[in-house]
Nanobody, 119 residues
């Protein structure tokens, strides 16, 4: 069993910053990819940023240049630093991991953390 737990969401004014954290725990053999997605009200879930086990990163159009995904020295933790936040960044941010347990690789999701950006 694998769990992903996010933290760091909240309410911030436009132009401000937030840092989200996600820690994976459980019967983890290795982590292939960890990502952040977000879902705004009435919209589909979209990729914000992803990082592979080798350290390669990819960003969605919404966060390019403003968001930074990184991983901590603490095992199995990734961060999403969000700067210059805009009201349209409001939504529930989900941590996702493609994680290998003893048997196979599967996709896992956190419960989500709310980010609200006020104008």
């Amino acid at each position: 069993q694998v769990q992903l737990v996010e933290s760091g969401g909240g309410l911030v004014q436009a132009g401000g910053s937030l840092r989200l954290s996600c820690t994976a725990s459980g019967s983890i053999f290795s982590i292939n990819v960890m990502s952040w997605y977000r879902q705004a009200p009435g919209k589909q879930r979209e990729l914000v940023a992803m990082m592979t086990s080798g350290g390669s990163t990819k960003y969605g159009d919404s966060g390019e240049g403003r968001f930074l995904i990184s991983r901590a020295s603490v095992k199995n933790t990734v961060y999403l630093q969000m700067n210059l936040l805009k009201p349209e960044d409001t939504g529930v941010y989900f941590c996702h991991g493609n994680i290998q347990t003893r048997g196979s690789s599967s996709d896992y999701w956190g419960q989500g953390t709310q980010v609200t950006v006020s104008s």
